[in-house]
DNA sequence: TTGAAAGCGCTAACAA
DNA sequence: TTGTTAGCGCTTTCAA
């Protein structure tokens, strides 16, 4: 491997020279600096970049630790997310440091282990909770980081959000408009925030028409089409079940529609079923699934971006991004026949 | 940051003795290692990577460059591939550094570029080409990497790989144990090397109970629902439509399962559709999808273990792996009804 | 405009 | 058993 010194003693001038030369430094003559470059050109010179990192203690590498539940991980949402991050990290000259981790203990074991061995300078975070543990650390630790979602009772870090309440009231208003009133819901571990604000959107989309969210009726999920089947089903064996039910993200929207198909009913005009996110999948499942759009892939690379800022110290022009999300009506809803 | 200096001065030992008792040599005498150790452990010690890093000229990270297709990746395949890559690495103490790009010309400089700079010590490689410009680049430069999947026509280099002749097998039996002989099928780009043995396997598997797959019943799909969606629907226009159609993934399945669904035929009994992979969702579509079961989450994990002891140049038990898949059979498959 | 020297934090060959 | 010294490749002060 080339380095500085095997060009400093090809050109005849100091390792400093050359270092100056090939960083831009106009303290070099034109000369020179021409000649310099061209010898790294030629030789074929490539920064060593542990080397860089060492002497300017920084690591140029983000890390995102994504939550995943179960051993099954696979979850559409998070491989565009990730695409996201990904590539916007790259574009700005940053590694992205993936690892995964079940919430929990082992979770913070690992942001507390990558920060101290200092093997990235920020973490991306996503999912939020309620009493969100690691923003809570980071904040203490001051160390750098950016949010997709938001927590409960502070705001004081960068953080990109879609409005849940405002997508949930579209979903509510469509509903009731197609003649709904008895609506159930399959939501996420409320510990999550945005099952927090999903619900309450859903709640207050509902009040204003004066219509309440039946207990026995609403259900916890885990966020795999497996939890929206299983909550499904437990819905629908409701003496009197719901005319509609509204799944907190799209996944659990698919395995409700599985779980009425199985029992006999056609979705969108037996039964209307609604999601949240619009993963790709969501258009061409039978039927294709009325969702909240979410431009999953931006996003990533917006919160990207924002932690890189934060990091370089540059100024962010927003601190905090709320997303309207909109309404995409497909065939999974459907007039209220009974 | 404590560094190793700061515990040398603190115990009046050289910054060298300091360094082999943290690493456990046993040229220190267990006095003072004992008392290195506890002031280490005392002023919260933890070792600068970055510099070990440096000196020992090795980055301790494996490369991984997700190929994605389209700007809305979202493979639940490589979700639970990367989970297993991800936690294999972190396990054996590496990093996992990831990036998508599209099959191509930024892939190959993705891999240049992380090469030249030395950013990692391996690639994990998957979704192999019948001649893929990949490999052959890294073998030529002598870089480390392990594969998911094979190539053409060499095989120097370590691999998993499932039998997907053998699954195909599988599937081709099972259908022709349905009564079906007229048999449509939806495979990937035949520039992917999964794509060319899947298909063997079908057509081998079928040419075994004399049955032919028909030329305008083959056709070639991007591997996502929409793909399958699309290719299912031009299958079905066929004014003598096949009673089965075998997708060669699990997504394109799902697709195909919709677009008869469309075409109001109920599937398992109108029509049998088939996958491959066995992502998690196939199990709660309805139908439930019938499909050839692989270890995802395994497999990732066995490949970044064979890549890491190839860096560390141990001993590979086996350079080649071979996995046997399964047949997983659901509803998605009936009799032949017609 | 250029270069010498120090230092980032660590490991390792060699000497004592 | 321990310490001295050099060096990984780079940036950056400081002096010339």
Redesign the interface.
């Known amino acids: 491997?080339i380095t500085l010194k095997d060009i400093s003693i090809k050109v005849g001038k100091s390792i400093t020279t050359v270092s100056r030369a090939l960083n831009g430094y106009d303290d070099v003559s034109q000369e020179t600096k021409k000649m310099i470059q061209g010898a790294a050109e030629e030789m074929g010179y490539?920064?060593?970049?542990?080397?860089q990192?060492?002497q300017k203690q920084k690591?140029d590498t983000i890390g995102f630790i994504?939550p995943?539940f179960g051993?099954?991980?696979?979850?559409?949402?998070?491989?565009?997310f990730?695409?996201g991050v990904?590539?916007m990290a790259?574009d700005l000259g940053f590694?992205?440091?993936?690892?995964?981790q079940p919430p929990g203990e082992k979770e913070y074991k690992?942001y507390h282990k990558m920060m101290?061995?200092?093997?990235v300078d920020g973490f991306i975070i996503v999912r939020t909770r309620r009493n969100d543990e690691r923003i809570n650390d980071l904040l203490k630790q001051d160390f750098p980081f950016a949010v997709f979602g938001r927590i409960e009772d502070r705001n004081d870090f960068s953080y990109v959000d879609e409005d849940g309440v405002y997508g949930m009231r579209q979903i509510a208003d469509h509903l009731v408009s197609l003649g709904h009133t008895r609506i159930g819901c399959i939501a996420p571990d409320p510990e999550l925030m945005f099952a927090a604000t999903r619900l309450e959107g859903l709640k207050s989309g509902l009040a204003a028409h004066d219509i309440q969210l039946n207990g026995s009726m609403h259900k916890v999920g885990d966020l795999?089409?497996?939890g929206?089947?299983l909550q499904a089903k437990a819905i629908m064996s409701d003496p009197n079940p719901p005319t509609a039910i509204v799944a907190c993200n799209d996944l659990m929207a698919?395995?409700a529609?599985?779980?009425a198909?199985?029992l006999g009913l056609e979705v969108g005009r037996d039964v209307s079923i609604t999601g949240f996110d619009d993963?790709?999948?969501a258009?061409?499942?039978?039927p294709?699934l009325t969702t909240v759009h979410q431009p999953i892939?931006q996003i990533g690379g917006m919160v990207c971006e924002m932690l890189i800022k934060t990091i370089l110290g540059q100024e962010l022009e927003q601190k905090h991004i709320l997303l309207k999300p909109s309404l995409i009506i497909r065939e999974s809803s459907g007039k209220n026949n009974r």
């Open positions: 491997m490539r920064p060593n970049i542990i080397a990192r060492l690591t994504i995943t051993p099954r991980f696979s979850d559409p949402f998070f491989s565009e990730l695409a990904g590539n790259s590694d992205l440091l993936v690892s995964t690992a101290g061995d200092r093997r795999t089409q497996k929206g089947y698919l395995g529609i599985s779980a198909q199985d993963i790709p999948l258009e061409y499942t039978h294709s892939y």
